[in-house]
């Protein structure tokens, strides 16, 4: 064969979309949106169970949760060509929903109790109490009062970090914030909500004392 002969290589397998990493899949989606859709199905497969959680815990109401999840990943259809791989694509898409919850979550307010919007997403976690199981519904109550005196931006990063499970830094880089500046703010929602839980025990109605 001459050096000027062309030699024919054969194309390498191409690996299933499920087994392709972010960063691969997005690549496809840049290529292939809006007119192919097969890359953006797999990412949506791959995270709309996370998305959904997300922001079941975050805003309460399944029907909320379910039309929040839904706007958020269109977003990231019409968006994602705006993606510059600066940070993992998963945090990437937690801001978009973070935004979405937000936004939705102001809504909520605005005809709701804030405990109301909270109440479906209160868990098990809560401060070291002491107390037996059979003080656990009185416990919950507590914990719902102390949220709901909390401010939002308190209330929001104890919510991402407990009740979702989030780390610091993933809560840093959804609310964009430097690792520092999260780690002050989740010490001082958490100093925010000790106080406040501790408020719910001394403003609760005291047992009247049996009379001699």
């Known amino acids: 064969m001459s050096s000027n002969q062309i030699r024919f290589v054969p194309p390498q397998e191409t690996l299933p979309l499920d087994q392709l990493s972010d960063d691969e899949l997005v690549a496809l989606c840049k290529c292939q949106l809006p007119d192919e859709v097969e890359a953006y199905r797999a990412l949506v497969s791959r995270y709309e169970g996370m998305v ?39 945090t990437w898409l937690y801001k978009i929903v973070h935004n979405y919850c937000r936004n939705r979550i102001s809504k909520i307010m605005r005809k709701r109790q804030v405990q109301e919007a909270y109440e479906d997403h209160v868990k098990e976690e809560s401060p070291a109490t002491g ?15 102390a949220l709901h005196q909390l ?33 002050m703010r989740y010490y001082r929602a958490m100093e925010a909500f000790k106080a406040a839980y501790e408020r719910t025990a001394t403003d609760a109605p005291q047992p009247l004392s049996p009379q001699p």
Do not use: W
């Open 52 to 90: 959904y959680n997300f922001c079941l815990k975050t805003i309460g109401s399944p029907q909320d949760a379910e039309e929040v999840a839904q706007d958020a990943l269109i977003q990231v259809f019409h968006k994602i060509h705006q993606f510059e791989g600066r940070s993992a694509f998963k």
């Open 131 to 145: 107390k037996s199981s059979l003080h656990q519904t009185e416990n919950n109550a507590r914990i719902q009062e």
């Open 151 to 183: 401010k939002t931006k308190d209330k929001e990063i104890i919510t991402y970090k407990f009740m979702l499970g989030m780390t610091l830094q993933e809560i840093a880089e959804t609310l964009d914030l430097g690792a520092s500046a999260a780690k």
